[in-house]
C-alpha cells in the first residue's frame, strides 16, 4: 500500500515556472513506476510525464514535452515534476500516481494503482 501526498500547486504567470512534488509513504516506494496526470474543469484526466521505478526512462506528452521534466528520489519516496515555460491551457489538478505494472513508465491512467489527492496549478493568461 502506497499513500500520495501532492504539494507545491499555485497561481503564475503565463511563461513562468512552478515545481510539484509527491511524497509517499508507504513500503516498496522504490519498485513503481510513477507518473504525472492531470485533470481541467469538464475534461478527462490525462497524461503528462511517467518514469520508470529507477528513474532511467521517462515518458512525456507531446504537449509538455521539452517544457516539464519528471523526477524522482528513491532515497526519500519523492517523485517531482518541474515545470517551465507554463501555458494557460496546463492549468489543471495534478495527481501523483503509482504504478506495479510491468509497463516501465505508463501512460495509461488505467495501469496506474495508487493515487494522490491532487493539487492545483492556475496559469493566468
Known amino acids: 500500500q502506497v499513500q500520495l501526498v501532492e504539494s507545491g500547486g499555485g497561481l503564475v504567470q503565463a511563461g513562468g515556472s512552478l515545481r510539484v512534488s509527491c511524497a509517499a509513504s508507504g513500503s516498496n516506494f522504490g519498485s513503481y513506476a510513477m507518473g504525472w496526470f492531470r485533470q481541467a474543469p469538464g475534461t478527462e484526466r490525462q497524461f503528462v510525464a511517467a518514469i520508470t521505478w529507477n528513474g532511467e526512462r521517462t515518458n512525456y506528452a507531446d504537449s509538455v514535452k521539452g517544457r516539464f521534466t519528471i523526477s524522482r528520489g528513491n532515497a526519500k519516496n519523492t517523485v517531482s515534476l518541474q515545470m517551465n515555460s507554463l501555458k494557460a491551457e496546463d492549468t489543471a489538478v495534478y495527481y501523483c500516481?503509482?504504478?506495479?505494472?510491468?509497463?516501465?513508465?505508463?501512460?495509461?491512467?488505467?495501469?496506474?494503482?495508487?493515487w494522490g489527492q491532487g493539487t492545483q496549478v492556475t496559469v493566468s493568461s
Open positions: 500516481a503509482a504504478s506495479v505494472s510491468r509497463v516501465s513508465a505508463p501512460m495509461t491512467s488505467g495501469l496506474y494503482n495508487y
